[in-house]
């Protein structure tokens, strides 16, 4: 113990008021050893993005590759493992960890006035986690790579030659890191809220988050229990997966998607906070339905633990059981919709402005209403068998995955860079690439709606004449997304080179991480707060000197005891 | 308003908490979290039990007479004993009992040891025996096995001179690679033909007789008690941990968290297992 | 040292009541071991379930101090077994609806099946 706190940086370490976080403490061990989470989680943010890099590659090469039937520019079986990496890099890599440890690392403890997370040394250790089971995976990849797609399905995980053995291993480290995160964040938010913050004077991202770690912790064990069986069917053949000793190869689907389906809703959980938070301050208005909102988290995360069965309904599972969780699965259709009815009655009549977190709030709404209504037809079970492992459930899953988390997570960035790193970003860039972005996914994606539903299968590497418009269609936009996101690169970096100062609060929002510097000093406040409505944003008034909005009445937040301690 | 506090009053308290009541409420709710995502872990593992014992009862009332009662019964006791020993040992870092606290955590690790010795030996009699996993009683191409599936079992039966029920059935040949499981829906004709069906038949016929299917019963019990030993040893590591910390007096000031949240690891370790005791050894 | 702190410091557990819920423990193990060496068929397994359930409650209450830990701890506790329930439910549910033919008297209807091209 005593060693750890000799190489840590306290909070309390820092003086002088102008000194940050970024720039409290030199050099890499200072980072790599901090206990900060806005430091860990400035660490996630770099390792999660390169994650992206690595599988928007993939991406693109799978794509490059279906330019036309037969053979492209490589074999089936580099096709097979190029699928694979794309899915596992993004899932187990990107946007699992994503929002949560990223954004929500940075964002949560200073939503609830508090100076660190519950738990940090926990915190830090994530991270390690996370980094030993990137390092796996990339060895993974290195030694082999993995050709079963994302899902591992047993008996064909359990007898190909590739390296499946170190690629679930690291996924496995992955999925504690997501445990330590949620357990964290579960903490944090029963112990750390400020004096007057009741449940429901959360902000809603702190509400979605709370609903996601609950996933976290309770679903993610099974994933690491299934990854270990199945190695444990690799290396020692016990038998419990293998048909060919005795196992049942359904069985592992079972325990798969026990995980994996409330998983998806670990992906899309926080990214609906985030646009909780972004639609109220771009519209001007107070957050409409706010207990409709936080209660729809929850049973959002309720319901995500009764749909697993419906990704298996040609998999063999008896037919009762299939009736069963085809309507079970339905029922998400029902808070996920409330929300979107709110955030649509949020903006209505309210001061639109389309700033580029707007943008990406607009194109969520969008795209998520696509995504999730196209769930209906593969959570019932008659259309279900027409589409399955179709083009159809690839797009439906991107229009959630990217068209909801992705832009989601976008926005969110946009949105809290001026908190992170102090500067502003080029707006005019910024619209541009997220015009590209919404344009060069619908067209990537869109024309895989329509393949599927004529009986185009994913995964295969070859395909009928007839679908080559849309295959070379849906090429040309995923070179239009890949170009949204270098410009994106292109001025996020320019940002932090030469940006403009930020300033305290250049959006006008009202929860109390705007109640602090930009970037925010390493304890985060001067003072302690007390938790306001998060959404009263008449509280607020644009001051024209300073160009950020402030408290019209500034001692309202901060807590003042009479005669201290 | 108020400044920040001032921590440096108690050096148990770290910078980000207000209150050591808060900050023990926040180490005791994260190991509590922690617990479920263990038993949600070891959860899976009592799943795949609950689906092979109520879908193959024969298997489950076959394979237990391999294990030794007796000596269950011994570590089951031995682990109560020492969850005593951990509860002990919470009172005494509470009321700030040195020595008691000394004496109770060696006490629990020797159990702990105990425990495990008592696991070794069973093991390494299964070993002996290739009783171990599915793929060892079933060779099959893949996986070389020295010992065919009959006479690994039949040896296990002559060569255990503590196993009551030597009268076990014995062991017909069993073609390696049949699946124990039914297989799903039958695709259109075509797909499947009325000769493939009857072989499938004729090899589900033969294995709802022939309790080679053990191979699934000694899969799980070593899996449980692979992983169970395991957690045990990792409660051990801690409670050397907290030995030391006890030694440099880390536990004088009254501030008996650490103790508290390995006692609540090793409790749940301790249940597991009277749950494993009961579902593994005491099968009739 | 100080006194507040002492205070703050959670329920000490009586010496009473340790030793109490080891012999409870000592004796259910017994009683397990002995009920189970008797054939009582289907029941065997839930008395020993009973019995052993009735262990892990006492642990949990007494050693694990959920009698006086925050009321919160104990409901995670309890939910971590409900969806462990539900999950072990349902996959079961799945698997002891295995059949050799899902399809029914598939066989006997092989001559009127459509010819496949």
């Not at chain 1, 960890?97 to 519950?118: E, Q, S, T, Y």
């Not at chain 1, 040394?121 to 993995?146: K, Y």
């Not at chain 2, 039914?182 to 075509?190: D, K, L, R, S």
Request: some cysteine; proline content about 5%.
């Amino acid at each position: 113990m005593a060693e750890g706190h000799s190489a840590v940086v306290t909070p309390m370490s820092e003086g002088a008021s102008g000194d940050n976080y970024l720039t409290t403490g030199k050099g890499v061990l200072s980072w790599l050893f901090t206990l900060d989470h806005k430091r860990i989680s400035v660490m996630y943010m770099v390792a999660i993005l390169s994650s992206f890099l690595f599988g928007g590659m993939f991406a693109l090469l799978v794509r490059t590759e279906m330019l036309t039937p037969g053979a492209t520019i490589m074999t089936a079986d580099t096709f097979n493992k190029m699928f694979t990496l794309h899915g596992v890099v993004m899932i187990f890599l990107f946007i699992i960890p994503g929002i949560p440890a990223a954004l929500g690392n940075f964002v949560l403890p200073l939503m609830l006035g508090a100076k660190d997370v519950a738990l940090p040394r926990l915190n830090l250790l994530g991270f390690w986690c996370w980094l030993t089971g990137a390092t796996v995976c990339m060895v993974s990849i290195v030694v082999g790579a993995v050709d079963t797609g994302w899902t591992f399905y047993a008996p064909y995980s359990t007898t190909t030659g590739t390296a499946v053995v170190s690629m679930t291993l690291g996924a496995l480290i992955l999925g504690f890191s997501s445990i330590l995160t949620g357990l964290n964040f579960i903490v944090t938010i029963h112990t750390m809220r400020p004096e007057g913050m009741t449940w429901f004077k959360m902000p809603l991202f702190v509400w979605s988050l709370y609903s996601t770690a609950i996933i976290q912790v309770l679903a993610t064990p099974v994933l690491g229990i299934t990854l270990l069986l199945l190695i444990a069917e690799r290396t020692l053949g016990v038998g419990i997966f293998d048909p060919a000793l005795g196992g049942d190869p359904v069985l592992y689907q079972h325990f798969f998607w026990f995980y994996s389906h409330p998983a998806v809703y670990i992906m899309i959980l926080p990214a609906m906070g985030i646009i909780s938070e972004l639609v109220s301050v771009f519209s001007g208005k107070h957050i409409f339905g706010y207990k409709f909102i936080a209660w729809s988290s929850v049973a959002i995360a309720v319901f995500s633990f009764l749909g697993w069965g419906h990704h298996m309904f040609t998999s063999g599972q008896s037919p009762l059981v299939n009736v069963i969780f085809s309507a079970l699965v339905f029922g998400v259709a029902i808070p996920s919709s409330l929300m979107v009815f709110n955030w649509l009655a949020t903006m209505y009549k309210g001061a639109i402005s389309l700033a580029a977190p707007m943008l990406y709030v607009l194109a969520f709404l969008f795209l998520f209403s696509i995504g999730g209504l196209t769930g209906l037809f593969l959570g019932a079970l008659s259309t279900n068998i027409h589409l399955h492992d179709t083009y159809f459930a690839v797009a439906h899953f991107h229009y959630l995955m990217f068209g909801g988390t992705v832009i989601a997570f976008l926005g969110g960035i946009h949105y809290w860079w001026p908190k992170m790193f102090g500067r502003m970003y080029s707006e005019f860039w910024a619209r541009i690439s997220a015009a590209l972005i919404f344009v060069g996914f619908n067209l990537t994606f869109f024309t895989l709606f329509v393949m599927g539903s004529h009986g185009m299968p994913r995964r295969y590497y070859n395909y009928l004449e007839v679908f080559k418009p849309y295959q070379q269609a849906s090429t040309v936009g995923s070179y239009l997304l890949g170009l949204g996101f270098m410009i994106m690169a292109y001025y996020l970096a320019q940002s932090l080179l030469k940006g403009e100062k930020a300033p305290e609060n250049p959006w006008g929002g009202a929860s109390l991480e705007w109640e602090t510097a930009s970037p925010p000093i390493s304890r985060n406040f001067e003072h302690e707060m007390i938790g306001l409505d998060p959404y009263d944003i008449n509280a607020l008034e644009l001051s024209s000197d300073s160009g950020s909005y402030i408290r019209k009445d500034p001692s309202s937040i901060l807590l003042t005891q009479a005669g201290g301690e | 308003m108020a400044e920040m506090h001032s921590t440096d009053h108690n050096p148990d308290l770290a910078p980000h908490f207000e209150t050591i009541d808060q900050q023990r409420q926040s180490s005791r709710l994260g190991m509590w979290l922690f617990l479920v995502a263990e038993i949600l872990f070891f959860g899976g593992l009592f799943c795949v039990y609950v689906i092979y014992r109520v879908n193959q009862p024969e298997v489950f009332t076959f394979g237990h007479q391999f294990l030794d009662k007796n000596l269950g019964t011994l570590n089951t006791l031995v682990l109560i004993c020492s969850s005593l020993t951990m509860a002990w040992a919470v009172r005494a870092a509470q009321l700030r009992q040195r020595m008691i606290l000394t004496l109770m955590l060696v006490l629990s690790f020797l159990l702990a040891g105990t425990f495990l010795g008592v696991q070794y030996v069973e093991y390494s009699h299964q070993r002996q025996n290739a009783l171990l996993v599915a793929s060892q009683l079933a060779p099959d191409a893949d996986i070389p096995a020295e010992v065919q599936p009959e006479e690994a079992i039949s040896a296990s039966v002559e060569g255990a001179p503590d196993e009551a029920p030597l009268e076990a059935p014995m062991v017909e040949a069993v073609d390696p690679g049949v699946s124990m499981i039914a297989p799903a829906a039958a695709g259109p004709a075509g797909l499947a033909t009325a000769a493939d069906r009857l072989a499938a038949q004729a090899e589900r016929d033969l294995v709802n007789v022939d309790p080679a299917g053990a191979k699934t019963f000694f899969s799980i019990y070593f899996l449980m008690a692979g992983l169970h030993g395991f957690q045990v040893l990792l409660g051990m590591i801690a409670m050397l941990w907290l030995l030391k910390l006890t030694f440099q007096g880390a536990f004088d000031g009254g501030h008996s968290i650490k103790v508290g949240n390995t006692a609540l690891y090793w409790h749940v370790a301790v249940v597991i297992w009277i749950y494993m005791f009961l579902l593994m050894y005491l099968i009739d | 040292m100080n006194q507040a702190e002492i205070h703050q410091s959670p329920r000490v557990a009586s010496v009473k009541s340790l030793l109490g819920v080891w012999i409870a423990l000592i004796v259910g193990t017994g009683l397990t071991v002995g009920v189970t060496s008797f054939d009582l068929g289907a029941f065997n397994i839930w008395i020993g379930l009973g019995i052993a359930t009735g262990q892990a409650i006492l642990v949990a209450l007494f050693y694990m101090h959920l009698r006086w830990d925050k009321p919160f701890n104990a409901y995670i506790f309890v939910f971590s077994f409900a969806f462990l329930g539900l999950f072990i439910g349902l996959a079961l549910m799945d698997t002891s609806q295995n059949q050799a033919d899902m399809i029914p008297d598939f066989g006997a209807a092989e001559s009127v099946a459509p010819e496949m091209p």
